[in-house]
T-cell receptor
Framework: ETGVTQSPTHLIKTRGQQVTLRCSSQSGHNTVSWYQQALGQGPQFIFQYYREEENGRGNFPPRFSGLQFPNYSSELNVNALELDDSALYLC????????????????FGEGSRLTVL | QQQVKQSPQSLIVQKGGISIINCAYENTAFDYFPWYQQFPGKGPALLIAIRPDVSEKKEGRFTISFNKSAKQFSLHIMDSQPGDSATYFCAAAAGAGSYQLTFGKGTKLSVIP
């Protein structure tokens, strides 16, 4: 087990709705990244947070937003859900000694599977 | 634009055989190349990683071979076991501070007894 927990594990929404996914980082980790994994595909980087600030963003529209809290837990919010948002959403935590210094390894949670009908 | 191309899409290997998965990248700024293993219902887990200052890295039965000039890297699994049956992803990142991994599409490995 990686110590990264995500909730909920599964959820079903309808197009146009909003969803919030939650992630609890491994103890001592100060950086959280979110990835979207469509069925049969590799994970795609959404964004990452370091010390409560967004520190990098992939090619996702603004309706994908996030938060990192002082205890380093995190939320991913998706507004105006579209059918193509159906995917496994993965949270990964890691340790960073500075804004641009990583220690190499991401620890992934088991994901939240979102189905949009 | 797919920046990391992975092949094959699926692979069947006999127990005890060698599994080989290949990846090619385009972005010359990439300087960190990990391989992740994912079992059904689980998140990816880091298997082994390499930086471009070495051409090979071995950890147990797993070896990464890296060819910087060809912009290719591969994963070799020696003495493959049924417990190795999983989906394997190569990935790449640019910059010492980046956790922005670009993943390949994955290879589903089945090791048959």
């Amino acid at each position: 087990e990686t110590g990264v927990t995500q909730s909920p594990t599964h959820l079903i929404k309808t197009r146009g709705q909003q969803v919030t996914l939650r992630c609890s980082s491994q103890s001592g980790h100060n950086t959280v990244s979110w990835y979207q994994q469509a069925l049969g595909q590799g994970p795609q980087f959404i964004f990452q947070y370091y010390r409560e600030e967004e520190n990098g963003r992939g090619n996702f529209p603004p309706r994908f937003s996030g938060l990192q809290f002082p205890n380093y837990s995190s939320e991913l919010n998706v507004n105006a859900l579209e059918l193509d948002d159906s995917a496994l959403y993965l949270c990964a935590s890691s340790t960073r000694t500075g804004p641009h210094l990583n220690t190499g390894e991401l620890f992934f949670g088991e994901g939240s599977r979102l189905t949009v009908l | 634009q797919q920046q990391v191309k992975q092949s094959p899409q699926s692979l069947i290997v006999q127990k005890g055989g060698i599994s080989i998965i290949n990846c090619a990248y385009e972005n010359t700024a990439f300087d960190y190349f990990p391989w992740y293993q994912q079992f059904p219902g689980k998140g990816p887990a880091l298997l082994i990683a390499i930086r471009p200052d070495v051409s090979e890295k071995k950890e147990g039965r797993f070896t990464i071979s890296f060819n910087k000039s060809a912009k290719q890297f591969s994963l070799h699994i020696m003495d493959s076991q049924p417990g190795d049956s999983a989906t394997y992803f190569c990935a790449a990142a640019a910059g010492a501070g980046s956790y922005q991994l670009t993943f390949g599409k994955g290879t589903k490995l089945s090791v048959i007894p």
